[in-house]
């Protein structure tokens, strides 16, 4: 089945940036997405289609997706933005939903 | 607005059965295809299973499938998840989550979640 890698955990400063790996075999072939989930909250639909930004989700948010790595941009953090972040495609080859391990981003 | 409303979870005894229910309203639901997705409490996202507009097209998880059965009643704008044969690893928070035009998209509204817990 098809796996996606993502680092556990990342700090980042308010007003940096944060980069948010998702490792997978030819991910660039694939629409990826990802989720914020915040403490004791569900999780919201953050980017879809590698790179679109739903209704609501701020510009600093963005996606990539290319090779063997999709990727998460947060650009200046903001304290609000501590969450647990999931990447997420559809595996055609089994016709299976697929999370990221997910990554825990902290703002120092 | 659009709203998923789940129930049905509980403490249910290893081998034994429950059946959630996401009760759907804000939006069209017929012309959505639908997701159940668990969570370990502290742990990650595991998706379960979709089920197309008119339940045409149905997927599981290699974890739950032979043991669950995912339906909706378009008509009551409802989506259920009969689970039967629970195990100890299946306590989790099921969401119930709206999918799009194909079961690639994006999963754009989640419920709150109802909690599963399989104890004896």
């Known amino acids: 089945s098809y796996v996606l890698t993502q680092p556990p955990s990342l700090a980042v400063a308010p007003g940096k940036t944060a980069i948010i790996p998702c490792g997978g075999n030819d991910i660039g072939s694939e629409s990826v997405h990802w989720y914020q989930q915040k403490s004791g909250q569900a999780p919201v639909l953050v980017i879809y289609n590698d790179s679109d930004r739903p209704s609501g989700i701020p510009e600093r948010f963005a996606g990539s997706n290319s090779g063997n790595t999709a990727t998460l941009t947060i650009s200046r953090v903001e304290p609000g933005d501590e969450a647990d972040y999931f990447c997420?495609?559809?595996?055609?080859?089994?016709?299976?939903?697929?999370f990221g391990g997910g990554t825990k981003v902290t703002v120092l | 607005e659009v709203q998923l409303v789940e129930s049905g979870g509980g403490l249910v005894k290893p081998g034994g059965s429950l059946r959630l229910s996401c009760a759907i309203s804000?939006?069209?639901?017929?012309?959505?295809?639908m997701n159940w997705v668990r969570q370990v409490p502290g742990k990650g996202l595991e998706w379960v299973s979709f089920?197309?507009?008119?339940?045409?097209?149905?997927y599981y998880a290699d974890s739950v499938k032979g043991r669950v059965t995912i339906s909706r009643d378009n008509a009551q704008n409802t989506l259920y998840l009969q689970m039967n044969s629970l195990r100890v690893d299946d306590t989790a928070v099921y969401y119930c989550?709206?999918?799009?035009?194909?079961?690639?998209?994006?999963?754009?509204?989640w419920g709150q979640g109802t909690l599963v817990t399989v104890s004896s």
């Open positions: 989550v709206r999918g799009g035009a194909t079961s690639a998209a994006g999963l754009d509204f």
């Open positions: 804000g939006f069209s639901f017929s012309r959505y295809n």
């Open positions: 089920i197309s507009t008119f339940s045409s097209y149905i």
């Open positions: 997420q495609l559809w595996d055609r080859s089994t016709n299976q939903g697929v």
